[in-house]
């Protein structure tokens, strides 16, 4: 008997993937933005505005209210902002001051190996098979190329400090990824309200630090032509990317998703290429392609 797909679904498809597609260009676009801003605005400055602009707009998305539950739901909410919207953006800013935009692009895909690895720890969801571990490994060698550039000194792989802090980076996001799931296994809260929430939490306690740290006068010292690029990237590289990967999800489901978020450093690459002018090495090529086989294979999996 023929199956009949029910009407809608392959536009629900379609619009998923195009979802999923637009947020890694968003996101795939913020390390080449966060360059600019950083010449002269202090990572730490610069992450708690990010934030905060960032749960501002979605505020109107979430369509919930502040108020928790319960003590359990308050727990997974501070740790799932000290982890992802405190501590890895810190290092996401200070590793783009010390590296290129293209190698930090690449390695924004060790968060889904990360998330990979904790998952099969946390919850036994393992890569399955020979393959699966292949693809694992994949993934490793195309993150240790990116993030040593493969640079010999008396046969001693020099790590680029820029290039390790974003990859700790992506280690706390995997953290909060895994958190985050376990947050929706007993709690009924959206994610947009969960990203609203830790943004607005994450952001106010960055620019509370910053301003005891006397850092308040520089914040309001930013070049005002640098706003509109600031707002923009904090809106829709972090805020409109979130939405839209979560949109993704719904659609076509978590591991078509992944899947195809993995084209993040490609549109990184690209738009570090077209506005900073940094070149494009045969070195991050061959990583770029073997994490995003990884991924893929692993997805398939």
């Given at each position: 008997?023929?199956?009949?797909?029910?009407?809608?679904?392959?536009?629900?498809g379609?619009?998923?993937?195009?979802?999923?597609?637009?947020?890694?260009?968003?996101?795939?676009?913020?390390?080449?933005?966060?360059?600019?801003?950083?010449?002269?605005?202090?990572?730490?400055?610069?992450?708690?505005?990010?934030?905060?602009?960032?749960?501002?707009?979605?505020?109107p998305?979430?369509?919930?209210?502040?108020?928790?539950?319960?003590?359990?739901?308050?727990?997974?909410?501070?740790?799932?902002?000290?982890?992802?919207?405190?501590?890895?953006?810190?290092?996401?800013?200070?590793?783009?001051?010390?590296?290129?935009?293209?190698?930090?692009?690449?390695?924004?895909?060790?968060?889904?190996?990360?998330?990979?690895?904790?998952?099969?720890?946390?919850?036994?969801?393992?890569?399955?098979?020979?393959?699966?571990?292949?693809?694992?490994?994949?993934?490793?060698?195309?993150?240790?190329?990116?993030?040593?550039?493969?640079?010999?000194?008396?046969?001693?792989?020099?790590?680029?400090?820029?290039?390790?802090?974003?990859?700790?980076?992506?280690?706390?996001?995997?953290?909060?990824?895994?958190?985050?799931?376990?947050?929706?296994?007993?709690?009924?809260?959206?994610?947009?309200?969960?990203?609203?929430?830790?943004s607005?939490?994450?952001?106010?306690?960055?620019?509370?630090?910053?301003?005891?740290?006397?850092?308040?006068?520089?914040i309001?010292?930013?070049?005002?032509?640098?706003?509109?690029?600031?707002?923009?990237m904090?809106?829709?590289?972090?805020?409109?990317?979130?939405?839209?990967?979560?949109?993704?999800?719904?659609?076509?489901?978590?591991?078509?998703?992944?899947?195809v978020?993995?084209?993040?450093?490609?549109?990184?690459?690209?738009?570090?290429?077209?506005?900073?002018?940094e070149?494009?090495?045969?070195?991050?090529?061959?990583?770029?392609?073997?994490?995003?086989?990884?991924?893929v294979?692993?997805?398939?999996?």
């Open positions: 008997m023929t199956q009949v797909t029910p009407p809608g679904t392959k536009q629900r379609y619009l998923g993937y195009l979802s999923v597609l637009l947020a890694s260009a968003l996101f795939g676009s913020v390390f080449a933005i966060a360059k600019v801003p950083l010449a002269t605005v202090d990572p730490l400055s610069l992450s708690a505005l990010v934030y905060l602009i960032s749960g501002l707009s979605l505020i998305f979430a369509r919930a209210s502040f108020r928790l539950k319960s003590t359990r739901e308050s727990k997974y909410i501070l740790a799932i902002t000290g982890f992802g919207a405190v501590a890895a953006p810190l290092l996401l800013m200070y590793g783009l001051q010390q590296t290129e935009a293209s190698d930090a692009s690449i390695l924004t895909n060790g968060e889904v190996l990360f998330t990979i690895i904790l998952s099969s720890v946390f919850f036994g969801e393992k890569p399955k098979g020979r393959m699966g571990l292949f693809a694992v490994i994949l993934v490793i060698i195309g993150l240790f190329m990116a993030t040593t550039n493969m640079e010999f000194s008396d046969t001693i792989l020099q790590f680029n400090a820029g290039n390790i802090m974003i990859l700790a980076a992506m280690s706390l996001w995997a953290v909060d990824n895994n958190l985050s799931r376990r947050l929706t296994v007993f709690s009924d809260m959206s994610p947009a309200k969960m990203a609203m929430l830790k607005l939490i994450g952001g106010s306690t960055m620019l509370a630090i910053a301003v005891a740290a006397g850092r308040g006068g520089d309001a010292a930013i070049n005002p032509d640098l706003w509109p690029l600031i707002i923009g904090a809106a829709s590289g972090f805020g409109g990317a979130l939405l839209l990967f979560l949109e993704g999800i719904k659609r076509i489901g978590t591991i078509k998703t992944m899947s978020f993995s084209t993040v450093p490609i549109f990184g690459i690209v738009v570090a290429a077209l506005t900073l002018g070149s494009i090495s045969v070195f991050q090529g061959i990583a770029t392609g073997l994490i995003v086989l990884g991924i294979l692993i997805s398939r999996r």
